[in-house]
């Protein structure tokens, strides 16, 4: 996958010293590029993926090829829901920091599967590019906030070493989480920017040369009409915003998607 030059602002700046840092997911999409990120950046980086067929095992078996030889890298197969090897994890690897990004996508599957959902720790990101229908829910009448993985990444590297502090004339009366006794802050990272789902495909279709056979469906129980990121928080403490046009970030998932399954046009 081909990324764009981009000014950083001097994005070490933000991870100042050398981490040991565990990501969990770490063969799923978002995993791969961040673990690559950081080892580039010279961190230390134990991956955690339980390699579950959810998608095609093949491709995070790829993924982890490309990781294994970088330096600095670990990778175990594991469940986070096997809780004392977990514990056991912790205990010996005492991390600096933790990215989870375990989790099992799909809203629909999560009404059939509600435990799947649960316990599962893969990231998966996978569009199937076939000349047989899509569907399209509520005929396309839906809009979603498109994020590309470079911005992603950024977002989640200056957030990593950013800990909230406590503060000592914290009170009960003042329920504000991020100045707590146990501190914590929650971010967002997204484009900020609904896309209506038919531009999406158009977009696709241009990138493809080919038009989409559409199989136009109704709302579907679970589903939103629109949904986007709140990132505020994000430009306030680190002073970033995701700006990929969705033009670009589906072209060049394109171009990947066809130097690593071929071309099928």
Not at 63 to 88: C, M, N, S, V, Y
Not at 113 to 133: H, Q, R, W
Not at 183 to 210: D, Q, R, S, W
Request: net charge negative; with cysteine; proline share 5%.
């Amino acid at each position: 996958m081909r990324h764009r030059q981009r000014d950083t602002h001097d994005y070490k700046a933000f991870i100042p010293m050398k981490q040991k840092i565990l990501i969990s997911g770490a063969a799923g999409f978002i995993g791969f590029h961040l673990s690559r990120r950081l080892l580039n950046d010279g961190h230390e980086v134990i991956g955690l993926d339980s390699l579950n067929e959810y998608y095609d095992v093949r491709l995070k078996e790829a993924r982890l090829a490309q990781l294994t030889p970088l330096p600095g890298f670990r990778f175990i197969q594991q469940h986070l829901e096997e809780r004392e090897k977990l514990h056991h994890l912790f205990a010996v690897e005492k991390f600096d920091s933790v990215v989870n990004l375990a989790a099992q996508p799909g809203v629909r599957y999560s009404l059939t599967n509600p435990y799947a959902c649960i316990d599962s720790n893969i990231v998966g990101f996978m569009n199937i590019l076939e000349g047989t229908p899509i569907d399209v829910f509520n005929h396309g009448n839906m809009r979603r906030d498109f994020t590309f993985i470079d911005d992603i990444i950024e977002g989640v590297v200056r957030v990593i070493d950013r800990i909230p502090k406590a503060t000592a004339d914290w009170s009960g009366a003042r329920l504000d989480p991020g100045t707590s006794y146990a501190p914590y802050t929650l971010y967002n990272i997204g484009n900020n920017t609904p896309v209506e789902l038919m531009h999406f495909i158009n977009v696709l279709e241009e990138c493809l040369g080919k038009k989409a056979a559409k199989n136009m469906l109704p709302l579907q129980a679970g589903d939103v009409r629109a949904t986007y990121a709140d990132i505020d928080d994000l430009m306030r403490d680190v002073g970033f915003k995701p700006n990929t046009p969705i033009e670009e970030g589906i072209k060049q998932f394109v171009d990947w998607y066809r130097s690593y399954y071929g071309d099928q046009r």
